[in-house]
């Protein structure tokens, strides 16, 4: 193909025109592997709370490309020197930092994958496309790794203020109606310069960068950390977590080759070679959604009941408290499931069950958000700021949550 015709124009809601910068982020995302993620949703089961939020990762990554072009042209702008090698790189890395997500986001690093980030996965898939690539994504890797000698490089890809972040508030909030995510992305990347190799923010954009945290926290309680997103996630993690267990005792569970492959096999960060990497990259919602719909009338009671809670919306009732649930609390409960099913304590478990989750807006400890004074002088935003409220949105906020049948 013609290189020209590479150089294609993506339509996008929140942007606008988003422009392919060159030929190797257009195969980039020719490629099946970037393909896949048109099929993840970027929020996971959120579009049971919000009707809106069936965007996906796919629109997300590309949103961040975008971004990160314009904060390139920015610090250009103001005499920071980025070769055209470094900015590709930028590109590449941003572009696919979220390739290694799995069905439905976060689900599987909790159930039928145990215990690997998706932020490993993602890695192991940018090494396999570098092999593909002839090595042409090396210097991306070693940016998105933080081995690369330029800091703020790594920090434009994961960082507090990193164009992951900025995309994903304005898009989430733009598909779930939720204004106060909505911030102002643009004004951030263009107050943005480096000093000392770090990435800094110039003082008159410190307001926006206050919205942004702000922004931020609204968003976690108020659609990531939604009880009603939080019960489903909790629930589907239970659905592959009961198959996998049906899959272990030689249950045969009808099954995409993809997913029948995660739970046959018990996979962990060692075993992620190069076969599980290609089986994994079949895997998407599609193959969960299709074995849900099987499950509902399968004969194991527990497995049915969570298929039916999520395909028909009808989900567990869960309370947020500020104190541990009290184990008396958590056992009367379970009683009452086992009473009225049948059920040992192990299948009741699967309904009944408690957790905890943490928000915090701001870490004062971690890759700060530094501010760059008129007078020359880098303060942390939350010393620099005048609002009182952004050194308790450094404060980690922790709830306490109990899931149970209605």
Known sequence: MNATNKLKIFNDPIYGFITIPNTLIFDLIEHRYFQRLRR?????????????????????????????????????????????????????????????????????????????????????????????????????????????????????????????????????????????????????????????????????????????????????????????????????????????????????????????????????????DEDVIEQFSRLDDVDIQSAMKEWQYHSDPVLAALCKMLLDRKLLRIRFRKKPVKPEKREALLQEVMEKHGWSREDASYLVFDGVITNQAYSIDHQNINILMKSGKIKDVARASDQFNLKALSKPVTKYYLCHPK
Not at 161 to 166: G, P, Q, V
């Open 40 to 272: 993840i949703s970027q929020m996971g089961l959120s579009y049971l709370v919000y009707p809106g939020a069936h965007h996906t990762r796919f629109h997300h990554a590309l949103g961040c490309m975008h971004l990160m072009t314009r904060a390139v042209q920015a610090l250009r702008f103001k005499g920071v020197e980025i070769s055209q090698e470094e900015e590709q790189a930028l590109q590449v890395a941003i572009l696919l930092h979220d390739i290694g997500h799995g069905p439905f986001s976060h689900a599987m690093e909790h159930s039928i994958v145990s215990g690997v980030p998706h932020e490993h996965i993602s890695l192991l898939f940018m090494e396999m496309l570098n092999r593909e690539f002839d090595g042409k994504l090396g210097l991306a890797i070693k940016i998105f790794k933080g081995e690369y000698h330029r800091k703020f490089m790594n920090q434009l890809i994961s960082g507090q203020l990193d164009m992951d972040r900025a995309d994903y508030l304005k898009r989430d909030s733009f598909y779930t109606g939720v204004a106060e995510g909505n911030i102002n992305s643009e004004r951030i990347i263009t107050m943005l310069h480096v000093v000392n190799d770090e990435l800094v923010v110039e003082e008159k954009g410190i307001y926006s960068v206050e919205k942004f945290l702000v922004a931020r926290r609204l968003m976690y309680w108020q659609v990531y950390l939604h009880k009603t997103g939080l019960a489903a996630e909790q629930v589907l993690i239970r659905v592959l977590q009961r198959a996998n267990y049906l899959v272990s005792r030689g249950e045969d569970l009808e099954a995409t080759r993809a997913l029948k492959f995660f739970l046959q096999h018990n996979i962990s960060l060692e075993d992620f």
